[in-house]
C-alpha cells in the first residue's frame, strides 16, 4: 500500500468515527490522513531530506510541494492548524477534550479533502517524473 492509498484509507476511517460519535479519533485520523496525502507526492520534489518522509512535518512538506505546485488555495493555515491537532487529539492526556465535537471534526474532514484536491489536481507528474521514477534500477 503506497502512502496515497493509506491516507485515502484513513480518511474514511475518520468519516466512518464522525459517524459513530468518536470525534477525537476522527480529528486525529484526519491529520494522519492529511500528511499521508502530502507525502504521496514528495517524491516528485527535491526537497534534500531524506527525513521528511518519515517525519510528521506537515508544514515542510507543504512549503517544499508548493514550491514546484503552487496551490489555488490557501492551505497553509489547515495545514498549520492539523499539525497541532495531531498530537493534541492524539494525547488529550489532562485536557479538555470538549472541543472535539461533530462541526470541529467535520472541519478536518473539509481539511482533509482539500489536502486531496491539492495532490490530486495540483501535484501532477509530468512526463519526464514518470520516465525517471519507471527508469530507475
Not at 496515497?4 to 484509507?9: F, L, Q, V
Not at 459513530?20 to 526537497?47: M, N, P, W
Not at 477534550?97 to 479533502?113: G, H, I, P
Request: with cysteine; net charge negative; glycine share 4%.
Amino acid at each position: 500500500m503506497d502512502f496515497y492509498d493509506n491516507a485515502w484509507e484513513t480518511e474514511q476511517a475518520a468519516i466512518d468515527l464522525l459517524g459513530t460519535g468518536r470525534y477525537r479519533q476522527s480529528v486525529f485520523l484526519s491529520c494522519l490522513a492529511t500528511e499521508l496525502y502530502l507525502k504521496s507526492k514528495l517524491h516528485l520534489v527535491d526537497h534534500g531530506d531524506d527525513e521528511l518522509e518519515t517525519s510528521h512535518n506537515v508544514i515542510k512538506m507543504l512549503r517544499v510541494l508548493s514550491k514546484r505546485f503552487p496551490p489555488k488555495k490557501r492551505l497553509k493555515s489547515m495545514v498549520e492548524f492539523s499539525r497541532k491537532y495531531y498530537n493534541e487529539a492524539r494525547y488529550p492526556y489532562g485536557g479538555d477534550v470538549s472541543a472535539y465535537n461533530k462541526d470541529f471534526a467535520q472541519q478536518f474532514l473539509e481539511f482533509t479533502a482539500a489536502i486531496r484536491e491539492y495532490v490530486e489536481n495540483d501535484c501532477l507528474a509530468t512526463v519526464e517524473d514518470l520516465a525517471d521514477k519507471y527508469s530507475k534500477d
